[in-house]
């Protein structure tokens, strides 16, 4: 589906730091208890924001998507890796995460000879739009290998093709 016209994607704003990083913090929490009900929670959500504001925001490459300055979606590139790419929760099958992916892939395809991510084994939906971008199941796992204890898989995609 074709983004909303009016979203916007951008970087963080330096002058809204704390404030973009909480807003952001408050929807990786929903997006996650939405779309993967009785997840376990590895820290509490103090700890959450921490991580957000001190190692994301500061260490990763962030995109914000915001529709009338709603942060509705957020991707995170470190290297090779997308960390992070979550809507808002209610805004599934708007294009938002599509357009993040999207501009995700346009910073990454001059350095980056491959892109992945990780997302678990039972997030169906997850699964089916990384599948439709070209990324291919390249390991499964049981789940040790994650702080939530839940079975994984892990996707990479060509960037060089």
Do not use: C
């Amino acid at each position: 589906m074709k983004a909303p016209t009016q979203l916007v994607l951008r970087r963080p704003d330096v002058a809204r730091f704390a404030a973009e990083a909480n807003a952001v913090t408050a929807l990786y929490l929903g997006s996650r208890r939405a779309a993967l009900p009785g997840l376990r929670e590895a820290h509490t959500e103090a700890e959450t924001y921490v991580w957000m504001r001190e190692a994301v925001f500061p260490r990763q490459s962030v995109r914000l998507a915001l529709l009338r300055d709603e942060i509705v979606g957020f991707a995170a590139r470190d290297g090779v890796w997308l960390a992070h790419l979550y809507v808002k929760a209610g805004w599934s099958g708007h294009g938002i995460g599509q357009a993040l992916l999207d501009a995700v892939l346009a910073e990454a395809s001059p350095v980056a000879p491959v892109l992945r991510v990780y997302t678990f084994q039972r997030n169906a939906g997850a699964r089916r739009f990384y599948e439709r971008n070209g990324f291919v199941a390249a390991l499964e796992g049981d789940g040790k290998g994650n702080e939530e204890g839940e079975p994984d898989v892990l996707y990479e995609r060509n960037m060089r093709t």
